[in-house]
């Protein structure tokens, strides 16, 4: 007689298992997909990067977390996104597409409003930032426990990333991260509002 309710628990958790690994999967493998056609064709999909304050460059909104300058570029955001995004992505599908969601437009639009002019930004940090975001202040307003907890235990491992929020290296878009950032702790707050 017990053991019904196991097996239910058990089967309930190799879906939740199973749905967290497409949800992940996909953006990922879209963009490992899209790193090896670039490669091929020499870096041309990158021109669909965020290019500040052109009208074409709007497009890289949409295109910019799915383009990688090099194999250890993406290599670098897989990690961060798989450990990030699975945080994010405990608290239910549609929170961690919504967060998505807010986290590439903050960073695409923050990119395409204060990036140099001429220059291409691309990559997930941005929605990566957003996540780190996300997490950081999810606690603070929820002021749930496990939220708290969860808000302490991210900012004590990657709090550090912060600092990736501000201008310092060559290369490195910081224009990007912290309008990831900002569309994390807009999310975390919204869907707070609406209970979610």
Same mark, same amino acid.
């Given at each position: 007689?017990?053991?019904l309710p196991?097996?239910?628990?058990?089967?309930?958790l190799?879906?939740?298992v199973?749905s967290?690994?497409?949800?992940? $999967?996909?953006? !990922?493998?879209?963009?490992?997909?899209? +790193?090896?056609?670039?490669v091929l064709?020499?870096g041309?999909l990158n021109?669909?990067?965020v290019?500040?304050?052109?009208? !074409?460059?709007?497009?890289?909104?949409?295109?910019?977390?799915f383009?990688?300058g090099s194999?250890?570029?993406l290599?670098?955001?897989?990690?961060?996104?798989?450990?990030l995004?699975?945080l994010v !992505?405990t608290?239910g599908?549609?929170?961690?597409?919504?967060v $998505?969601?807010a986290?590439a !437009?903050?960073s695409?639009?923050?990119?395409?409003?204060?990036?140099s002019?001429?220059?291409?930004?691309?990559?997930?940090?941005?929605?990566?930032f957003?996540?780190?975001?996300?997490?950081?202040?999810a606690?603070w307003w929820?002021r749930?426990?496990?939220?708290?907890?969860l808000?302490?235990?991210?900012?004590?491992?990657?709090?550090g990333?912060?600092?990736?929020?501000?201008?310092?290296?060559?290369g490195?878009?910081?224009? $990007?991260? +912290?309008?990831?950032?900002?569309?994390?702790?807009?999310?975390?707050r919204a +869907?707070?509002?609406?209970?979610?």
């Open positions: 007689m017990a053991t196991v097996r239910r628990t058990t089967q309930s190799a879906r939740t199973k967290h690994v497409v949800t992940l $999967s996909v953006p !990922l493998g879209a963009a490992w997909a899209v +790193l090896g056609v670039n064709l020499g041309v021109n669909y990067g290019i500040p304050r052109t009208e !074409l460059g709007l497009r890289g909104i949409v295109f910019a977390p383009l990688h194999l250890a570029h290599t670098a955001n897989t990690v961060s996104f798989l450990v995004g699975w !992505l608290g599908t549609k929170r961690f597409i919504i $998505s969601i986290a !437009l903050g695409g639009v923050c990119a395409w409003l204060f990036g002019p001429g220059s291409v930004h691309i990559g997930a940090s941005g929605v990566i957003g996540y780190l975001g996300f997490l950081m202040l606690g929820e749930k426990f496990m939220s708290i907890v808000s302490i235990g991210v900012t004590a491992l990657w709090g990333m912060v600092f990736g929020v501000m201008p310092g290296q060559l490195i878009s910081w224009q $990007s991260h +912290l309008g990831g950032f900002i569309g994390g702790v807009w999310a975390a +869907l707070h509002k609406r209970g979610m």
